[in-house]
């Protein structure tokens, strides 16, 4: 590649990147001053910068921890997404086809059953559940003995959710106070979470984070095929474990606090690739980067169409939204090859 053109990508990738990070600020931003509840800028302002006022039960006890909580679930999500869909090859791959959603889902519904948890209080749960069900997933595909094969994970994770997703009809057909909680906690929603799981979750969080990261060269030499890879000297059973477990660890922290929000997996990293390229460096931090504004937009668009009544839970204002882009991406058949 000639210099001009090399600097003319350089540059575009730079527009990339102070675009994403203009859109987060602003997505921070309305997070905090917009709201079913109708405050001010300058009261906001006020609040954050001289704490001890009576608007604080609005600013630093609701705004302030559900803008917290929707950055980190939503950039987990989006990271998730582009690791699965790396490592599948497939370009309509979700976080939740490993089985991390269905298993947290069983969990805070046994738990309500047996234990008379509610769906505020269940996040624990939750995220035991999220990371047991991702290990018997991996447990089932190890017995193909083919790890460096996307299939049999693949096959292992739609079979344990179609199992578990079962267990949980039953369970919520069976007694009323477990439908209840699940239809709560179904949705997705950064309302009245319990903050007390946030310690556990951003422990996980890092953790797969770090691992994402550490799986990038590998996902970038995985494109290129198993053979090449191979070839490049990559240990295809390790990319695929080291990636499992940053999908899991992930995914369980952002189910663990939001619940099983769908669509931000599979829609961000579509729109991360578009705006910086393929390479796994940049993709995996620009696809959280597009989670987290996609996240806390729907959560401020929920909330403020809810007016002065009920929010609209973010899980409902993705599936909305997330179902047009699903149509958007699915029509276009470049891209069914990463």
């Known amino acids: 590649m000639s210099s001009p053109a090399l600097a003319v990508v350089r540059r575009t990738r730079m527009d990339s990147w102070v675009l994403l990070s203009t859109a987060l600020l602003l997505a921070l931003l309305g997070s905090l001053v917009l709201g079913s509840n109708q405050v001010a800028p300058d009261v906001v302002l006020r609040a954050l910068l001289d704490p001890g006022a009576d608007i604080d039960a609005v600013v630093w ?47 805070v519904v046994l738990g309500a059953h047996l234990l008379g948890f509610n769906s505020m209080t269940a996040s ?150 578009a705006l910086v390229g393929g390479d796994h460096f940049r993709l995996l931090p620009a696809s959280g980067l597009v989670g987290a504004v996609t996240l806390l937009v729907c959560d401020t668009v929920g909330r403020v169409i809810g007016g002065g009544q009920a929010e609209v839970p973010v899980g409902v204002v993705l599936a909305t939204l997330g179902g047009v882009a699903f149509i958007a991406i699915v029509r276009r058949t470049k891209l069914a090859a990463l």
């Open 61 to 107: 006890g609701s705004r302030i921890p559900r803008t917290l909580l929707g950055l980190l679930v939503g950039a987990c999500l989006g990271v998730a997404g582009a690791l699965m869909q790396g490592q599948t090859g497939n370009p309509l791959a979700d976080p939740g086809l490993f089985g991390v959603s269905s298993g947290a889902s069983l969990a």
């Open 124 to 273: 624990m749960m939750a995220m035991g559940g999220a990371l047991v069900a991702s290990v018997l997933v991996f447990g089932i595909a190890t017995l193909s003995r083919d790890l460096a094969n996307p299939v049999p994970l693949a096959i292992a994770g739609t079979a344990v959710t179609a199992l578990l997703n079962a267990v949980i009809s039953f369970l919520v057909l069976t007694n009323a106070s477990s439908l209840e909680v699940y239809r709560v906690w179904v949705v997705g929603s950064l309302g009245g979470r319990a903050l007390d799981s946030l310690p556990p979750a951003l422990v996980l969080a890092l953790a797969g984070l770090l691992l994402a990261f550490a799986n990038a060269r590998s996902l970038n030499s995985l494109t290129l095929g198993t053979e090449l890879a191979q070839g490049l000297g990559e240990t295809l059973w390790r990319a695929r474990l080291v990636g499992l477990g940053a999908i899991t660890l992930t995914t369980a922290a952002a189910v663990a606090l939001a619940g099983p929000v769908g669509f931000i997996g599979l829609t961000a990293p579509h729109a991360a690739r």
